[in-house]
DNA sequence: TTGAAAGCGCTAACAT
DNA sequence: ATGTTAGCGCTTTCAA
């Protein structure tokens, strides 16, 4: 047996004695040195074959001072917003040969710097996804943190680019759409409170409120998920609003559920919007009107981006934003006369 | 400044020299050895705290030979049941402390054993989520990846445990359950060739068959996403079937969406069932006749399983099987007469 | 062209 | 109780 390290896996050392060279010319082999003979170079891979041998990455890691790994924290993994997110970034970073490794805050605030810190440590770089801490604390990390790319969250601190969608300009077609539908009573099912991009809703309604003094708009508390909107069915219907703009989709199909358990007629009673269009939404009855996010592209970007810091590319890259896209369906109707 | 070390990164050593200790101290605090003066080890973290200090988690891997990571390899990232199977595992092995790194082969079955390798040798553990490679190919890397545990898969090698579904007793309650609505003519959309779970599938309609000889059942290639239900509308019409049994949710929604689309009712027309009971199985119109499948704690058990072998706890834990739960909803009905 | 040796940041056996 | 030293497996200078 060719098992001597102290692991007892194959390591550099037992493919050197195969071979009857140094380790250090193992190394060049196996990293396409071309100064080394031909000759031993067949060897020494005539070696690594017969004993399987493949470089332990934890040893190159410590010596190159790189683990070609890259890191994405998310609030919560069972979001299909940052699943598609996370299958974007994963994608393309496979491209590059960097792997993923995922953290999920399960929306607690308070764990994710720490939970960023660690994966950080492990990585090259790190995409932070919808973080739910205060302006402060991610100011507070962000420097530790690079390179980093923020999703959903925008920073003052230098070097950190941001992929935004303009959640504010989506909400605001919504609420023209109901509003062009005749409803004069909305009703906003927020997110959750420390979502940035539940902020960015808010202001979009804010603008849409001084353009449209005639329609009430009134604000209900919320969550990001199915059981949310399945929740605030009483407060919905409390609200007497004709026309709802759900925080996601994912609220707007638990509002659907909870909405038709009441015997309620969608969109003839009330009309009810989601947002994201994650590929489900089409088949919700009714289909759900919603603005469409890029949700993949912006995984990808992420990617793009962080390459860039990795590689030292860039500093000027401030980060892109997204216009969502209105996308009609049958869960909007006419308003109730 | 502090920083000296070569990465720019504050290392043990900047904080042995503040604190006036040897390295080794500060490891043993680190730590928390108790073998250390307390007076030492208050300075020893103080000096932590105010350097930031953070242990490089790269080191310590190789000084240890062990990473506190595990991975996962799964055919397709964008599948909901991979997903749901993340979420367990990345969530219950979080709670120990550990991380998960990802790889997704997108179907190419060929990629599979080199991602497994390469995850595996950054990691402790790994898990090997429904994998498409032969079962010679399988046998042969599986030594070579332990501590393995395989979801959906079987094999011979010892000390894998598998967590494998009852996908050929699910698929024969769904038909049973069309047969019983007096459907006579059935039809099966396949999913990936390579796939087991659709082996099972198709071993439990033989079972079906043999003990229901009065109905017609008859086999149609697919796939496994959206786009696969969607595309078989004409085959599916073409089989004169008036139960389709798809192979999983995402396939029979592509198909209720492309039989709506050609004006057809269902049920009235033609009875359609899923596999798995996704989140979104209950709200396409009309909800999906499916086989649930307690995905997420197939993740949760993963880890308990894996987590056995790296403690080297276990070696008799064959695995575990799962039977699926029939769960009648609207897109079944009595067979047209 | 190759080997010896240093070093990546850390832990742990050994010595004091 | 603490420091010195020897690894963990690899890459990379430096000599030869």
Redo the contacts between chains.
């Keep these: 047996m060719a098992r001597k390290s102290?692991?007892g896996r194959i390591g550099i050392a037992d493919v050197a004695v195969k071979a009857g060279v140094s380790h250090a010319t193992v190394s060049r082999v196996m990293n396409g040195n071309f100064t080394v003979d031909p000759d031993i170079a067949a060897r020494v891979r005539a070696a690594a074959v017969e004993l399987?041998y493949?470089p332990?990455?934890?040893?190159r890691?410590?010596a190159l001072?790189k683990?070609d790994?890259i890191g994405i924290v998310v609030p919560d993994?069972?979001n299909p917003t940052f699943?598609a997110i996370?299958?974007g970034l994963?994608?393309a970073a496979?491209q590059d040969g960097y792997?993923?490794?995922?953290?999920?805050s399960?929306e607690v605030s308070s764990e994710e710097s720490i939970l960023a810190?660690?994966?950080r440590?492990?990585c090259d770089g790190l995409v932070l996804c919808a973080p739910r801490m205060s302006d402060a604390e991610l100011e507070e990390i962000a420097p530790?943190l690079h390179p980093l790319v923020l999703i959903n969250r925008t920073t003052s601190t230098k070097g950190v680019p941001s992929l935004v969608v303009d959640y504010g300009q989506g909400v605001q077609d919504l609420a023209e759409h109901l509003a062009g539908l005749g409803h004069t009573r909305l009703a906003f099912l927020a997110g959750p409170p420390r979502s940035a991009s539940n902020a960015l809703r808010l202001e979009g309604l804010e603008a849409f409120k001084a353009a449209h003094p005639e329609v009430d708009v009134r604000m209900l508390e919320g969550g990001s998920d199915?059981d949310t909107g399945h929740e605030a069915v009483d407060a919905v219907l409390d609200s007497g609003a004709t026309g709802i703009l759900a925080f996601n989709d994912l609220v707007a199909?638990g509002l659907?559920?909870g909405l038709h358990e009441r015997g309620l007629d969608i969109p003839g009673d009330i009309s009810i919007t989601g947002f994201d269009d994650i590929?489900?939404a089409?088949?919700?009855?009714?289909g759900l009107t919603t603005a469409a996010v890029p949700i993949t592209e912006l995984g990808q970007e992420a990617w793009q981006q962080l390459r860039a810091l990795i590689r030292k590319e860039s500093t000027d890259t401030p980060g892109s934003r997204y216009q969502p896209r209105l996308e009609v369906r049958a869960s909007t109707g006419p308003a109730k006369k």
Tied chains: 1, 2.
Excluded: C, H, W
């Design positions: 102290a692991t399987k493949q332990n990455p934890v040893g890691s410590l001072g683990t790994t993994l069972a699943q996370l299958r994963s994608r496979a792997r993923v490794l995922i953290a999920d399960f810190g660690e994966a440590r492990r530790s199915f199909m659907l559920s590929p489900f089409r088949y919700t009855t009714p």
